[in-house]
């Protein structure tokens, strides 16, 4: 049967706005318990939601439900995405400068534990300082690598995975990207992470694009 395939767009979670109040300290009280609940709630469904797909207790809670986890995965496409393409060459990665570009990311589940919707995040890793000596053999030279550039249009730092990824499955994340005005090799620097929870799923990994025009 045919892999299911979901797609991601970003998602900027919004902070509460305050309204005005004769009791501040009533209406603060009030908030925290309903936050309070609704974390809660959040936590059991979690529970419930491995618990019915594999032999964890119920009595767990979600923390050690994913502690006990091996959360790994597996990134299908595009190939190579670490290596800056060659200026001498045509690749979807070459990017002529300032110009607005795409890049999907097919990402597939290889832990023992299924996604929960609305709980993993790629996120762009700052000041990550990773290696990429490896990737950067079409650079023209080191004054050209630029590093932990996050290429999203806007500085999208987080995708949220809002569909469910059952264990084998894979999810497409959809990047909009916008290339620099200079050209060079850019490395930026991404990780798969559960952030209510401070756990990750594998290690992080490199996106590298490169820009011809410009100065």
Request: with cysteine.
């Amino acid at each position: 049967l045919p892999t299911p395939t979901y797609t991601v767009t970003p998602t900027e979670t919004p902070s509460p706005t305050p309204t005005a109040t004769l009791d501040r300290t009533a209406t603060a009280a009030a908030r925290a318990s309903a936050t309070a609940q609704v974390a809660t709630s959040t936590a059991q469904a979690l529970v419930n939601f491995f618990a019915t797909r594999q032999a964890i207790t119920p009595t767990l809670d979600i923390q050690q439900v994913l502690e006990a986890c091996d959360r790994q995965y597996a990134l299908l496409e595009p190939e190579n995405v670490s290596v800056a393409p060659s200026v001498n060459q045509t690749h979807p990665r070459l990017i002529r400068n300032g110009q607005n570009w795409t890049l999907e990311l097919v990402i597939q589940n290889t832990g023992t534990c299924d996604w929960p919707a609305g709980v993993v995040f790629l996120s762009f890793v700052r000041d990550a300082n990773s290696d990429v000596s490896e990737f950067d053999d079409n650079c023209l030279s080191q004054d050209r690598i630029f590093l932990n550039e996050n290429f999203t249009r806007g500085g999208v730092a987080n995708y949220r995975i809002d569909e469910p990824v059952p264990i084998g499955e894979q999810v497409t994340i959809e990047m909009d990207g916008v290339a620099a005005q200079r050209f060079g090799c850019y490395f930026s620097t991404w990780e798969l992470r559960i952030p209510d929870y401070d756990l990750f799923i594998g290690d992080r990994f490199v996106i590298a694009h490169s820009v011809f025009g410009g100065r």
